[in-house]
């Protein structure tokens, strides 16, 4: 059995209409009698090369989309969906007016939904770039007739998500900029500024104390091999930087990280269930769903338990208490209300939206006593060094005659 290619093919009908697109076939002959028994006569067909992902150890390049990209997505294919244009057609325009990237994926739904996929089958195809969240959504609207509701839904959910990614970002943004700054600085200072002390304390003869001799010894080392360090400096950060799922696991096993980590977890579970519970999914897949979008193991394994004792039978509360690191008592205690009066999606939404602001006001809480904290540690460090630079200075001033 041959394996199936894709080829690109474009064709012209009896009436001089041209058509366009992908197909899947067996060999070049199968898939020339495909468009020719659809669309007329065949003017190109060529077999699409298999793309590879250029791999740098473990790194991998994909055209995963930011939740910024997303959101600008979804919610312009929702208003031309609402303005009364086809879906075929509304992908063909947002093509023209998105970024390359965007746009090279609409072209990918462009041809799938012309090959007769559904557009969350086309979605889910993609799921390296969309992610496993947009599919079950917009499957959901397909099936209930309400698509273009969801994907303004969706819409407004990456655009709430990049919100809180930005605010991190501008919370973590100070204090690195600021031990950066100050690295950079003690670094000038050792290379530049150090060996004049030592020049002035050589030619007076003064007695050095044993740590400014090793600070000395560091200094010459460090400016005649400077190329060196810098290069490691470089492979220090780029090894960070590869490791940082280590790093991160590592930071995150303060209790404090931990328990701000929970909750972030948490606001999404619950914003990714009211979304899903709102497009007319039942409980228990959209928890699995969330539990998949968490991208957490020991929380996905808790959304599946959550979906399980649901299908065991037990009330929606009930299962949120067995699932305790996914839900606080906060939604714990909405859950059980919508679960009642019929309302659990909105409920679910509201909590996520009381516990964003708890989340809020403890990183701005953080950020007012982490700055000056910094100031307060880079401060000492740099009246530390100057001090034990200059104390011999001041030995040798008191030891001078008076005049």
């Known amino acids: 059995m041959q394996?199936?290619?894709?080829?690109?093919?474009?064709?012209?009908?009896?009436?001089?209409?041209?058509?366009?697109?992908?197909?899947?076939?067996?060999?070049?002959?199968?898939?020339?009698?495909?468009?020719?028994?659809?669309?007329?006569y065949l003017t190109f067909l060529?077999?699409?090369?298999?793309?590879?992902?250029?791999?740098?150890?473990?790194?991998?390049?994909?055209?995963?989309?930011t939740d910024e990209e997303l959101?600008?997505?979804?919610?312009?294919?929702?208003?031309?969906?609402?303005?009364?244009l086809p879906v075929l057609k509304a992908l063909s325009v947002l093509e023209k007016r998105l970024p390359q990237k965007t746009a090279r994926l609409c072209r990918e739904l462009q041809d799938g939904l012309q090959n007769g996929e559904s557009l969350a089958g086309c979605v889910n195809n993609g799921r390296a770039a969309w992610g496993s969240l947009a599919a079950?959504?917009?499957?959901?609207?397909?099936?209930?007739?309400?698509?273009?509701?969801?994907?303004d839904e969706l819409a407004q959910y990456y655009q709430l998500q990049a919100q809180m990614k930005r605010f991190i970002k501008n919370i973590s943004l100070y204090p690195l900029f600021l031990l950066t700054a100050s690295l950079a600085v003690a670094l000038v200072f050792i290379v530049k500024v150090l060996p004049l002390f030592a020049d002035l304390y050589a030619s007076m003869n003064a007695a050095v104390p044993p740590y400014l001799n090793l600070l000395f010894t560091l200094q010459g080392?460090?400016?005649?091999?400077?190329?060196?360090?810098?290069?490691?400096?470089?492979?220090?950060?780029?090894?960070?930087?590869?490791?940082?799922?280590r790093i991160m696991q590592a930071l995150f096993a303060v209790p404090f990280l931990k328990t701000q980590k929970q909750l972030y977890l948490e606001i999404r579970f619950c914003k990714v269930l009211a979304l899903l519970l709102h497009g007319g999914i039942p409980l228990p897949q959209a928890a699995q769903i969330a539990?998949?979008?968490?991208?957490?193991?020991?929380?996905?394994?808790?959304?599946?338990?959550?979906?399980?004792?649901?299908?065991?039978?037990?009330?929606?509360?009930?299962?949120?208490?067995?699932?305790k690191p996914l839900f606080g008592s906060l939604s714990t205690e909405f859950i059980g209300v919508g679960a009642e009066?019929?309302?659990?999606?909105?409920?679910?939404?509201?909590?996520?939206?009381?516990?964003?602001?708890?989340?809020?006001?403890?990183?701005?809480?953080?950020?007012?006593?982490?700055?000056?904290?910094?100031?307060?540690?880079?401060?000492?460090?740099?009246?530390?060094?100057?001090?034990a630079v200059a104390a011999p200075m001041f030995s040798l001033s008191g030891a001078m005659p008076e005049y």
């Open 291 to 323: 539990g998949e979008a968490l991208g957490d193991a020991k929380l996905r394994q808790q959304a599946e338990n959550f979906a399980a004792d649901v299908l065991r039978g037990l009330s929606p509360v009930e299962a949120a208490l067995n699932a």
């Open 71 to 84: 959101a600008v997505f979804f919610s312009q294919l929702a208003l031309m969906l609402n303005s009364g």
């Open 221 to 245: 080392a460090l400016a005649d091999n400077l190329p060196a360090f810098l290069l490691t400096l470089l492979a220090a950060v780029f090894l960070a930087v590869r490791q940082r799922g």
């Open 46 to 65: 060529q077999r699409e090369k298999a793309k590879t992902a250029f791999t740098f150890g473990k790194w991998q390049t994909k055209c995963r989309l």
């Open 3 to 40: 394996p199936v290619q894709q080829y690109r093919w474009k064709a012209v009908n009896g009436a001089g209409k041209s058509f366009s697109g992908v197909c899947s076939a067996a060999s070049e002959g199968e898939a020339a009698a495909f468009v020719r028994s659809n669309y007329g």
């Open 136 to 151: 079950a959504v917009i499957a959901a609207g397909e099936a209930g007739g309400i698509l273009c509701e969801m994907l």
């Open 341 to 387: 009066t019929g309302k659990l999606p909105e409920l679910l939404a509201r909590a996520a939206e009381l516990l964003q602001i708890r989340f809020d006001d403890t990183l701005k809480k953080l950020k007012v006593v982490l700055e000056p904290l910094l100031l307060l540690f880079v401060a000492a460090f740099v009246s530390a060094i100057i001090l």
